[in-house]
């Protein structure tokens, strides 16, 4: 290589290198602003103060553990009333025999399973929720997607929390928990170590509250007559990142509880973590542009690899490059404890190798706007707007008939 392309090379090595550095020193930010926000002690309103809720539950299959997920809400301790709103667009789907076994257990807490019209829009999940949303009988209500699990005073502190404030919504940071797979441990290892973290600085350091769908607490009254209801994000992907937008621009609270959800993943294969970040970083860059790109520069791992690259293995830029992975993957381990259990050993040199995995994901997401998502192709437009690819689906009865009500 003649000696000013050498030259240069190392130039933009090192660079990277600068910026590889730059990511680290933010990570280790997100660690600080995690371990301030986890423990911070929120107002809370007391028992009195507390109002009923409906826990809306949009169900699609089998997901990992659904039976103790679901049973987690059936025995949430809350002083107030509470129900149940099972809703899916398939009135064979399996998890509705599971969701009908637990709710069996717990007789004391109504439970209502809603037949959703698929047809609502091209969202499926908000398509889904629709239905649950329009037969909850209370008007505050929680919605929370199947793979969530909670402790038994979630609701309690959530809703608390919620009205001592006089919020408009209410979201929690996510966090993976019981990987027993490789797949599954990347996805924990990104929501843990990457997602939660990323969620409380945002908070502690700009201010800026992210909505997470995991797990929204709001009023259907106010969101009907402010927002104009779920049929306004029926055609958007990223419908709680938007309504949390929407919700901001109207001056409205918006809080990230420090109360953290739990997404369970137990046994899942990498192609799945893929499929899903490959989706999120699409949205991304149809959502936030500037903040898309300030994505690559919060992955230390992969600009240090690239760095590597243009350095031509150079030993010095291999040595820092190499400190670089090491200190990112120390630290992703202490991220993942301020919020959960610690990972196995056995799944902690994932942690590099999946911020590896995410930097083809990111370079695709700039040429490539088409997902599959719940059996739909779809493609993106501004703001996730969906564009349908394909046939649409069959038509739906335009109410959202009860396939079953069970009440204490």
């Known amino acids: 290589m003649p000696i000013v392309a050498l030259s240069t090379a190392l130039t933009v090595a090192w660079v990277l ?9 933010l990570f280790l930010g997100g660690l600080v602003a995690t371990w301030r926000h986890t423990r911070r002690r929120p107002p809370q309103a007391p028992d009195d103060a507390l109002p009923p809720v409906s826990l809306l539950k949009p169900m ?11 049973e987690s809400f059936f025995v949430q301790d809350y002083p107030a009333p509470f129900e ?15 969701a009908r076994r637990v709710a069996a257990r717990h007789p004391e807490v109504p439970v209502r399973f809603v ?17 649950a949303l329009r037969v909850a009988r209370y008007d505050l209500v929680h919605q929370s997607d199947a793979n969530v699990r909670v402790p038994a005073d979630y609701l309690r502190r959530i809703v608390a929390e919620y009205v001592a404030l006089d919020a408009s919504v209410l979201t929690s940071p996510v966090i993976g928990v019981g990987e027993k797979t490789y797949g599954a441990a990347m996805e924990n290892i990104q929501m843990s170590g990457f997602i939660a973290p990323a969620m ?3 908070l502690e350091v700009a201010r800026i509250t992210c909505v997470c769908g995991k797990s929204m607490l709001l009023r259907r009254s106010e969101l009907e007559a402010d927002l104009g209801g779920l049929e306004s994000v029926r055609d958007v992907l990223c419908e709680d990142f938007v309504l949390g937008e929407r919700y901001k621009a109207l001056g409205k609270t918006v809080v990230l509880s420090p109360t953290p959800v739990r997404n369970v993943n137990i046994d899942c294969g990498p192609e799945r973590f893929l499929g899903r970040h490959s989706r999120w970083l699409k949205m991304r860059i149809t959502l936030h542009l500037p903040g898309f790109f300030a994505d690559l520069l919060s992955n230390p791992v992969a ?12 030993p010095a830029v291999a040595m820092a490059a190499g400190g670089i992975v090491l200190t990112k993957l120390a630290a992703d381990l202490v991220a993942i404890r301020l919020t959960r259990e610690p990972i196995p050993l056995r799944y902690a040199w994932l942690a590099p190798l999946k911020d590896l995995a995410l930097f083809p994901l990111w370079v695709n997401a700039i040429f490539s706007r088409t997902v599959t998502w719940r059996g739909r192709r779809l493609r993106f437009g501004k703001n996730t707007k969906l564009l349908p690819v394909g046939p649409p689906p069959e038509p739906a009865p335009e109410e959202a008939p009860e396939l079953h009500e ?3």
Do not use: Q, R, Y
């Open 60 to 70: 699609k299959g089998l997901e990992d553990e659904l039976e103790a997920n679901l």
């Open 17 to 25: 290198l600068a910026l590889a550095g730059v990511a680290l020193v």
């Open 84 to 98: 149940i709103v099972f809703a899916t667009t398939d009135a064979d789907d399996p998890s509705l025999a599971v």
């Open 200 to 202: 409380c600085l945002a």
């Open 406 to 408: 069970e009440a204490a």
């Open 115 to 131: 037949l959703s019209d698929d047809g609502f829009g091209l969202n499926p999940k908000v398509a889904n929720l629709a239905g």
């Open 303 to 314: 600009l240090a690899a690239l760095a590597l690259v243009f350095g031509g293995f150079e």
